[in-house]
């Protein structure tokens, strides 16, 4: 069975600081990582892919299969970067399967 | 383009109650999903429809939850009765189709209570 692990329930970092938010996942198969995020008042909707390789808002994430990780990281937090962050994996069947969500806070 | 609209967004019944949300997809997306999401957790996914047909429906507590989505446009969803652990935000996506590098768009979601 597959599973999204997002151990940190709240994570707290000053503005400016490096963040790093952890997802790790169970898959016997090839996974899709994604990363989404939900701000205040807003909807879900997808941050980033591990298949598109690319960075953004300053986000970026680097599957290791290795370590089952999809760790999201930002090397300067911003005010805006406030928001619920779930981590997720397509299986097989292309269904979605989301971790149970970081609340990332970042202080002034 | 417009996005994938629910209503109502807010929803408060007594248990064994029925209740009943609605779901208008992106328009030419195929794909469309329900998902439960219970305060604390990740979204579940509970129904998933190709067109008007049933691809997933494996978590869908079909005792008292069902779905249909005529026409392969909108969709609802009902729940009936309901009990106080239906308590969460529903949740619709679309997607063009289910496949590899096609994006889920989600819905504002409703906010069910059940008291």
């Known amino acids: 069975a597959q599973r999204v692990t997002q151990p940190e329930k709240l994570l707290s970092v000053f503005k400016g600081a490096p963040v790093e938010l952890k997802c790790n996942y169970s898959?016997?198969?090839?996974?899709?990582l994604f990363w989404y995020v939900q701000y205040s008042r807003q909807r879900l909707q997808l941050l980033l892919r591990?298949?598109s390789r690319e960075s953004i808002k300053g986000f970026t994430a680097d599957l290791n299969k290795g370590e089952t990780s999809f760790h999201l990281k930002k090397p300067f937090a911003q005010e805006e970067d406030s928001a619920m962050y779930y981590c997720?994996?397509?299986?097989?069947?292309?269904?979605?399967?989301f971790g149970q969500g970081t609340r990332l806070t970042i202080n002034p | 383009e417009a996005g994938v609209a629910q209503s109502p967004r807010y929803k408060i019944i007594e248990k064994r109650q029925s209740v009943a949300f609605w779901c208008n997809p992106i328009?030419?997306?195929?794909?469309l999903y329900w998902y439960q999401q219970i305060l604390g957790q990740g979204p579940k996914l509970l129904i998933q429809f190709q067109n008007n047909g049933v691809v997933d429906d494996s978590q869908l507590p079909k005792d008292r939850f069902s779905a249909e989505r005529l026409k392969g446009v909108d969709s609802t969803l009902k729940i009936q009765p309901a009990k106080l652990e239906d308590s969460a935000v529903y949740l619709c996506?679309?997607?063009?189709?289910?496949?590899?590098?096609?994006?889920?768009?989600f819905g504002p979601g409703t906010r069910l209570t059940v008291l």
């Open positions: 898959y016997s198969g090839s996974p899709e």
């Open positions: 328009s030419g997306h195929a794909t």
């Open positions: 591990h298949i």
């Open positions: 997720a994996l397509r299986n097989g069947a292309q269904k979605l399967v």
């Open positions: 996506a679309s997607s063009v189709r289910p496949t590899s590098g096609n994006e889920q768009f």
